[in-house]
């Protein structure tokens, strides 16, 4: 174990871009053997828009890099953090830095993303797709990116994590993000047994509901004790789900990479407000 979070600790950035990659790679081939949907659309224009987010993503994450290393090694040095208040083995540090990180990193600034306007303007373009699938994981403002990099900063500071968990936890929240976004579809039983552990694609579908309450629930990422823990797990069935949301369903707002750039600064718009806006072969 100590060997494991020595190479994460140290980890290449070419190495975190290959795993990142990989996961990629294997669910877009995963997509097409085993897809949950198959409803046409334009699969490689709809990746490119969700790739461009990539690049925001990336270099806002490589400027907060800094400071949540420095943080790691902060709290580490000085002893401070949830984990420091006792005698733990090391493997209790890796999975309750892991979960607290999970916890505050991914589940909490998600949750806040939904309740606070200013933050939501901001989420919503992750919400705008209509095709959701391993891309769709990419799909994130830059906005939103910084985000999600103050509270893994946060979480750090919670946890009291060492570096080699904390770069752990952000390889294995790339990869689960990819994996509970992927358009796959896995057994029912391992689908229900591995939802009371992990975040699986049917159990994250639910939250891509184009319409509340479907949207404002599941928000894991990794861990699937949060939702349960917190009352905001919702069981409706992938297959009852259409994608998107309810104020952004017209393709010119969705579907335009000029104008999810520029939704959070436009006005404010309540979900289910804007039914008179959508299209007719987009009304249940």
């Avoid at 420095?70 to 892991?98: K, S």
């Avoid at 993000?177 to 939802?195: C, D, G, K």
Wanted: proline letters at 5%; a neutral charge; aromatic letters at 14%.
């Amino acid at each position: 174990m100590t060997d494991f979070l020595d190479f994460f600790s140290s980890i290449p950035p070419a190495w975190r871009s290959l795993i990142l990659a990989c996961g990629i790679v294997l669910f877009w081939i995963l997509e097409g053997s085993i897809p949950l949907s198959r409803a046409a659309y334009r699969r490689y224009r709809h990746a490119g828009i969700n790739l461009v987010f990539t690049v925001t993503t990336l270099v806002v994450n490589l400027g907060f890099a800094f400071l949540i290393v420095r943080a790691a090694f902060r709290v580490d040095a000085n002893e401070w953090g949830l984990l420091h208040m006792g005698q733990f083995p090391l493997w209790a540090r890796v999975v309750g830095g892991l979960l607290l990180l999970d916890l505050v990193g991914a589940w909490l600034v998600h949750f806040l993303e939904h309740k606070a306007k200013w933050m939501w303007r901001f989420h919503l373009i992750h919400h705008t797709d209509t095709h959701v699938d391993v891309t769709t994981a990419l799909r994130h403002h830059p906005g939103e990116s910084v985000f999600r990099a103050v509270f893994t900063i946060l979480g750090v500071l919670v946890a009291g994590t060492s570096i080699g968990i904390v770069m752990l936890y952000q390889s294995l929240s790339a990869l689960f993000s990819q994996f509970n976004h992927a358009n796959i579809r896995l057994p029912q039983r391992v689908e229900r047994t591995l939802s009371w552990i992990i975040v699986t694609p049917d159990m994250h579908k639910v939250h891509h509901h184009w319409k509340q309450p479907q949207t404002d629930s599941n928000y894991g990422n990794i861990f699937a004790i949060w939702d349960r823990l917190f009352g905001t797990y919702d069981a409706t069935a992938a297959e009852d789900i259409r994608y998107g949301i309810d104020t952004h369903m017209d393709p010119e707002e969705n579907d335009r990479l000029g104008n999810l750039f520029a939704i959070p600064f436009q006005p404010y718009r309540e979900p289910g407000s804007d039914e008179k806006r959508i299209r007719p072969d987009f009304n249940e």
